[in-house]
């Protein structure tokens, strides 16, 4: 697969919190990593995990599945933090698994639905995605993956106070 993009592409990873299958652009993540327990911190929201070191860099890690208001990840064997850069600052994210990384067109991107929530969306769009074929055999049905809008989420103040 190219590193580069054609005009109008997106590579995006694609990841799974609970049932439901979320993916951010590529360009933001800049590492994988194994789950391991974080430091924790006092006073700080309950989707706050605590902090990681990340090469001499104090990154804080993230529930995300709490910080989207549900419920929170059981950790298991494929559990892992993805490692990401949001207003320059980095940040992990705990995610059940990792699914994949896709390639998808801007114009396959349909806008997220308006509805009236509590604080603004951090569903950037939506998009339809073919299932990978298997063993040479099509799958099949599509997956809507649900594009989060990394800085709609409203970390910024919160990585100033745990890093």
């Known amino acids: 697969m190219s590193t580069l993009n054609t005009p109008g592409e997106r590579k995006i990873v694609t990841f799974s919190l609970g049932k439901q299958i979320f993916g951010i652009d590529m360009k933001a993540l800049i590492e994988i990593r194994e789950w391991e327990d974080p430091t924790p911190l006092p006073s700080v ?8 070191n990340l090469r001499g860099t104090v990154v804080p890690v993230i529930g995300l ?3 989207l208001g549900w419920t929170p990840s059981v950790l298991h064997a494929r559990s892992c933090i993805l ?8 940040a992990g994210f705990l995610v059940d698994e990792v699914a994949d990384i896709i390639v998808i067109n801007e114009d396959q991107i349909q806008p997220a639905p308006e509805v ?4 603004q969306s951090v569903i950037a769009g939506l998009v339809q995605v073919a299932p990978r074929a298997q063993d040479g055999v099509p799958a099949d049905g ?5 594009l989060l809008d990394l800085q ?8 100033e106070l745990a890093a």
């Open 116 to 119: 009236e929530v509590s604080e």
């Open 65 to 67: 599945a709490e910080r």
């Open 152 to 159: 709609s989420l409203g970390l910024t103040r919160v990585l």
């Open 45 to 52: 929201p309950a989707y706050i995990k605590g902090v990681t």
């Open 83 to 90: 490692v990401v850069t949001i207003a320059g600052k980095q």
């Open 142 to 146: 599509a997956t809507m993956v649900l």
